[in-house]
């Protein structure tokens, strides 16, 4: 399956943690870079966070920086968002995405799971 699938959205309070997971197939998961992107009414899809195949380079918005951590696991093909510190800002639709090739953004998209943070 070409379309990565995401879990581990959910409601929290203010300065909670959640942990997001990104389950992809073969094909997909072996890409160049998976990433999380997020949307919420009002501003579009964003940019969160990237990380390469082999997990030595990583990427963040300036904005999650220092609070949110990506990683992932080959053998059982998941990426991970650590979520820390979390702000109502945060709240949105979180999807997870493949690029196949790099600097020609991503290609293949997760429908998304929910976060929502209360203040």
């Known amino acids: 399956q070409a379309h990565p699938v995401e879990s581990g959205g959910g409601s929290v309070q203010t300065g909670g943690s959640l942990r997001l997971s990104c389950a992809a197939s073969?094909?997909?998961?072996?890409?160049?870079?998976m990433g999380w992107f997020r949307q919420a009414p009002g501003r579009g899809r964003e940019f969160v966070a990237a990380?390469?195949?082999?997990?030595?380079?990583?990427s963040y918005a300036d904005s999650v920086q220092g609070r949110f951590t990506i990683s992932r696991d080959n053998a059982k093909k998941t990426v991970y968002l650590q979520m820390n510190s979390l702000k109502p800002e945060d709240t949105a639709v979180y999807l997870c995405?493949?690029?196949?090739?790099?600097?020609?953004?991503?290609?293949?998209w997760g429908q998304g799971t929910q976060v929502t943070v209360s203040s």
């Open positions: 990380i390469t195949w082999s997990g030595a380079s990583t």
């Open positions: 995405a493949a690029e196949i090739t790099p600097g020609r953004g991503y290609d293949y």
């Open positions: 073969g094909r997909t998961f072996n890409s160049y870079r």
